[in-house]
């Protein structure tokens, strides 16, 4: 018996974390950076995750609206790498410069 389970879009998680003393980080600023750090991944997930849905919803459609999508999806994916990307060049700076 196959059974088949409806697609459901993904919804973005709670993103606003923060960061407990407990946690045993001195700076503030680099508390900040890894929550900028963390929060430019989770994005990227989620926009991978919401791609996927959309491209899976397409395909059933038509080529060129897949065409369409698939162009737009490569944007978006280079964007949130590039956040995480300079989340976490940022940082590495700070841990270089400051030396938390």
């Avoid at 900040?32 to 989620?46: D, G, I, N, P």
């Avoid at 491209?55 to 590039?82: H, P, W």
Wanted: glycine share 2%; with cysteine.
């Amino acid at each position: 018996m196959l059974v088949r389970h409806a697609m459901v879009r993904p919804e973005p998680c709670d993103l606003d974390m923060c960061f407990s003393e407990s946690a045993g980080l001195a700076c503030a600023e680099k508390a900040q950076l890894l929550r900028f750090c963390a929060l430019a991944e989770s994005s990227h997930q989620l926009a991978i995750q919401q791609l996927n849905w959309t491209r899976d919803t397409l395909m059933k459609q038509n080529y060129e609206d897949l065409q369409v999508f698939a162009m737009a999806a490569r944007d978006i994916v280079k964007d949130a790498q590039r956040a995480v990307k300079d989340a976490r060049e940022a940082l590495e700076r700070h841990l270089a410069e400051h030396g938390c």
